[in-house]
């Protein structure tokens, strides 16, 4: 069965750079979520989309933004990077909104130097 | 708040014992309520779930109970194996779809 694809796998950036974070959902499934999971932590919410318009938004720093696109896919956008946000980026994808069941894509490893 | 606590943060348990981690939540309004597992460098996988209309799921060697009085839920896993070693979150929903998840608990299962 197809999965949650994200690119890159691993990402290195140094301070102040930028970076750009690619999702792609499951097929037919058309709620996105973003989690940053730092080392020995839990997944924290980020930002989630549904049918293409933003609808949650958690802990995202003001430097991150992020959008869906007409194909579902989605991209998280990332500015003047500091070292604290070398992390795990999941993207999920859901079926509906009201299902709840979420997906994990493998995940994008960001290492900021 | 939306917060959901997580015990314990260690398990360590011989291969064909049970083991069961357990969480709870501070929000009577949660109706949903996924297990996932991750192992070291990977994504977080789910396992199992359960909502708020139901007490009790099975799924083979793992299921999982919801005390919605209480506000809290749990994971069992029977006869564990050598490959059920990694960390295990719980998660809720908080009147959106978003998860909350616990603080999650790392799970050894020795031979």
């Known amino acids: 069965a197809a999965g949650v694809i994200q690119s890159p796998r691993h990402l290195i950036k140094e301070k102040r750079e930028t970076a750009t974070l690619k999702c792609y959902p499951i097929p037919r499934h058309d709620t996105v979520y973003w989690y940053q999971q730092g080392p020995g932590q839990d997944p924290q919410f980020l930002i989630s989309?549904?049918?293409?318009?933003?609808?949650d938004k958690g802990s995202i720093p003001d430097r991150f933004s992020a959008q869906q696109f007409s194909d579902y896919h989605s991209e998280l956008n990332m500015s003047s990077l500091e070292l604290g946000d070398s992390a795990l980026y999941f993207c999920?994808?859901?079926?509906?909104?009201?299902?709840?069941?979420?997906?994990f894509g493998p995940g994008t490893r960001l290492t900021v130097t | 708040g939306e917060n959901v606590e997580q015990h314990p943060s260690t398990l360590s348990v011989q291969e064909g014992d049970s083991a069961v981690i357990k969480c709870t939540y501070s929000d009577s309004a949660s109706n949903y309520f996924p297990w996932y597992k991750q192992e070291l460098g990977k994504r977080p996988q789910l396992i199992i779930d359960i909502r708020s209309n139901v007490g009790e799921k099975k799924d083979q060697r793992i299921a999982v109970t919801l005390n919605k009085t209480a506000k809290h839920f749990s994971l069992h896993i029977t006869e564990t194996q050598p490959e059920d070693s990694a960390v295990y979150f719980c998660a809720a929903t908080f009147h959106t779809d978003k998860l909350i998840f616990g603080t999650g608990t790392r799970l050894q299962v020795f031979p």
């Open positions: 989309f549904y049918e293409k318009m933003q609808s």
């Open positions: 999920a994808s859901s079926p509906s909104r009201d299902n709840y069941e979420q997906y």
